[in-house]
């Protein structure tokens, strides 16, 4: 079997190489015979054929890029959607986590093992929808035996990533700043 692959995929790289070469050739032929044919030709007839063949390959070139931009843009714009829906969830379990820590402000215990299952479920949606850089932050917070300190640091990355990833600016944002959202002194943070 494995001669038989090696036989096939010599012959398939053979043809590809003589279909190169015959291409090629033609293309050079075609040079050839276009330049021996300008050559003939007075400077009134091939500086306006020079000009409209320059203006309609560049005129193909930018009407090929703006399809191309506008059709990442809808793409985009159709994934846009889903992440944000599964980044919203994200925030909502982190709501929820921060209020179940201030009892004044009516929060509810949280059960741990939810909270788990809620955060391998946007893991597994992330996994097709989001950013490698959230993927990673996601990845980070799931790390068994972290510190507080590296548990808010991922989660302050995954946040970063998220509104990244939405086409969102973090300029003016100082590090640190999503990690000390959550606590009651910002301070502590660094104390951490």
């Given at each position: 079997?494995?001669?038989l692959t090696l036989v096939f995929a010599i012959l398939i790289v053979a043809i590809l190489a003589v279909g190169t070469l015959?291409?090629?050739?033609?293309?050079?032929?075609?040079?050839?015979?276009?330049?021996?044919?300008?050559?003939?030709?007075?400077?009134?007839?091939?500086?306006?054929?020079?000009?409209?063949?320059?203006?309609?390959?560049?005129?193909?070139?930018?009407?090929?890029?703006?399809?191309?931009?506008?059709?990442?843009?809808?793409?985009?714009?159709?994934?846009?959607?889903?992440?944000?829906?599964?980044?919203?969830?994200?925030?909502?379990?982190?709501e929820k986590i921060t209020l179940s820590q201030k009892p004044e402000l009516g929060g509810e215990k949280v059960d741990e093992?939810?909270?788990?299952?809620?955060?391998?479920?946007?893991?597994?949606?992330?996994?097709?929808?989001?950013?490698?850089?959230?993927?990673?932050?996601?990845?980070?917070?799931?790390?068994?035996?972290?510190?507080?300190?590296?548990?808010?640091?991922?989660?302050?990355?995954?946040?970063?990533?998220?509104?990244?990833?939405?086409?969102?600016?973090?300029?003016?944002?100082?590090?640190?700043?999503?990690?000390?959202?959550?606590?009651?002194?910002?301070?502590?943070?660094?104390?951490?």
């Amino acid at each position: 079997m494995n001669k038989l692959t090696l036989v096939f995929a010599i012959l398939i790289v053979a043809i590809l190489a003589v279909g190169t070469l015959y291409l090629g050739y033609q293309a050079f032929s075609i040079a050839v015979a276009v330049y021996q044919g300008a050559k003939t030709l007075e400077p009134s007839v091939y500086v306006p054929l020079t000009v409209t063949v320059i203006t309609a390959t560049l005129g193909l070139g930018a009407t090929l890029y703006s399809q191309q931009v506008a059709r990442r843009r809808e793409i985009e714009s159709a994934h846009r959607d889903r992440k944000l829906e599964i980044y919203l969830q994200f925030m909502e379990i982190l709501e929820k986590i921060t209020l179940s820590q201030k009892p004044e402000l009516g929060g509810e215990k949280v059960d741990e093992n939810e909270i788990a299952r809620d955060l391998v479920g946007i893991r597994t949606k992330a996994v097709l929808w989001g950013s490698p850089g959230v993927l990673k932050g996601l990845h980070q917070l799931t790390q068994q035996g972290q510190s507080p300190k590296s548990l808010l640091d991922a989660m302050e990355e995954i946040q970063k990533e998220m509104r990244k990833d939405l086409g969102l600016s973090n300029f003016g944002l100082e590090k640190g700043f999503f990690a000390k959202l959550p606590l009651t002194d910002p301070e502590e943070y660094d104390k951490l």
